[in-house]
């Protein structure tokens, strides 16, 4: 049972590039959620699903697309990388009918801008 | 989206119970509590969630009183293992809200 599994693990990027952040669940689980986590500082929430089809905009949506065409895959799409996109980006699910059930996270993805 | 305040380090001996406190004034009827634990260079990790009154697993006990403004997590003859950021949540129809935790520095 692999649980949570992001990729890639590292990835560098320049200023303006695009690239996409796989993350994939292997539990059925109907939410997923992505956060980004800056040092020293809490995870902030990007972009969550509720369901496959639904997308919605989490705390820190500007510079990132979502899609969630099936109910494993939850990709998170920058559409022109900046130097502050630099972060490491945590892929979540969780079961259930409400927020309140437990969440589990993948390893990261550690990314740079340059 | 409900609030939570909590200390932003504490440090402890190895041998020693901790108790974590977290403020939640603003929270839900149907919010839940929930405490995640964070080791560096891995995503967070679920410990406990609780309702109200206490609840206790084979890693924490949770307490919250009546009125479910506050809650304290204690991790009891913590080891140097234990040394980690530890999140406290409020959540229920809203995504989970993640603060800046409180760092937990276990000494030898």
């Known amino acids: 049972n692999a649980g949570v599994t992001q990729t890639p693990k590292f990835q560098v990027l320049k200023t303006g590039q695009s690239m996409t952040l796989q993350c994939a669940q292997d539990m059925n689980h109907e939410y997923m959620s992505w956060y980004r986590q800056d040092p020293g500082m809490g995870l902030r929430l990007i972009h969550y699903s509720v369901g496959a089809g639904i997308t919605d905009q989490g705390e820190v949506p500007n510079g990132y697309n979502v899609s969630r065409s099936t109910t494993e895959d939850f990709p998170l799409r920058l559409l022109s990388a900046a130097p502050s996109q630099t972060s490491v980006y945590f892929c979540?699910?969780?079961?259930?009918?409400?927020?309140?059930?437990?969440?589990?996270f993948g390893q990261g993805t550690r990314l740079t801008v340059v | 989206l409900a609030k939570t305040t909590q200390p932003i380090s504490m440090d402890s001996y190895e041998g020693q119970e901790v108790n974590i406190t977290c403020s939640h004034n603003n929270i839900a009827t149907n919010d839940y509590i929930t405490w995640y634990q964070q080791f560096p260079s891995q995503g967070p990790r679920f410990i406990i969630q609780?309702?109200?009154t206490k609840v206790t697993n084979e890693v924490a006990s949770l307490f919250i009183p009546a009125d479910r403004k506050s809650s304290t997590l204690s991790l009891p003859r913590v080891s140097l293992s234990d040394t980690a950021v530890y999140y406290c949540l409020v959540s229920g129809n809203t995504p989970l809200v993640f603060g800046k935790g409180t760092r937990l520095s276990v000494i030898a």
């Open positions: 979540a699910s969780s079961r259930g009918a409400t927020f309140n059930t437990e969440a589990f």
């Open positions: 609780g309702y109200k």
